[in-house]
């Protein structure tokens, strides 16, 4: 490189670097409320995960005591239809007596196959009750370490932000308002990228080879200079002398 840098393109080169900072900033802070929300929302899952093992379980249980209840009913009934057997005048009147404790029985056993099941399917529900409830307690612990984590990187983003912003306007007050205006329009149009180094004697943005008068004025620094293709502000690096 010949020559000292020009010092509004020397100013713009750091702007640029300032604006890709902000920019990565800006980017973190809107996204970390989402990011908070989503593990929020996770934990909202196990939860409800919870809440269910927990319902499951309790149908279970009033299941099998609403079972229980109408056996003790069926019993009941039995020993009143034995009591009544000890006071009936004819045989078809203790056949019928005796049909319907041979039917209520046959229920009692039913109700106690059912309420077998649903001792074994108690243990069950019991079990993923006991491990949906671990997992909640480590997702909370985890959600509970990243929101805080999230926050905290938000405050500091704000913190680096509020100061690159303030930087940003010293660079600004540097520079000439047609050129501030100039490196302006061409952020607005390429997508934040104003300024970009010269490599391998092409644009280091579009990449288009520049013509030989334009690189050796690129390789002076001295001047602001745009691409021919693209309108970027070009600047140069000399590459590190060999040893």
Known sequence: MVGSMNPDLQTLIELQQLDATIAELHTEVQSLPQRIAQVESQLAEHIQAVEASKKNLAENQRGRRKRENDIAALREKISHYRDQTLEVKT????????HEIE????????????????????????KKLRETERS?????????????????????????????????????????????????????ARKGLAVVEVQDEACGACHVRLRPQAYAEARTNEQILNCESCARILYYVAAPAAE
């Open 136 to 188: 909640l307690a480590e997702e909370r612990s985890r959600t509970e370490k990243e929101v805080a984590e999230a926050k905290q990187r938000q405050q500091q983003d704000e913190v680096e932000l509020q100061a690159s912003r303030t930087r940003r306007a010293q660079f600004q007050s540097r520079l000439q308002p047609a050129v501030y205006e100039q490196y302006e329009q061409i952020a607005r």
């Open 103 to 126: 039917f209520h029985e046959a229920g009692i056993t039913k109700l106690e196959d059912e309420i077998l099941a649903e001792m074994i399917d108690s243990e069950s529900l019991e």
């Open 91 to 98: 045989n078809e009147q203790y056949k019928a007596l005796l």
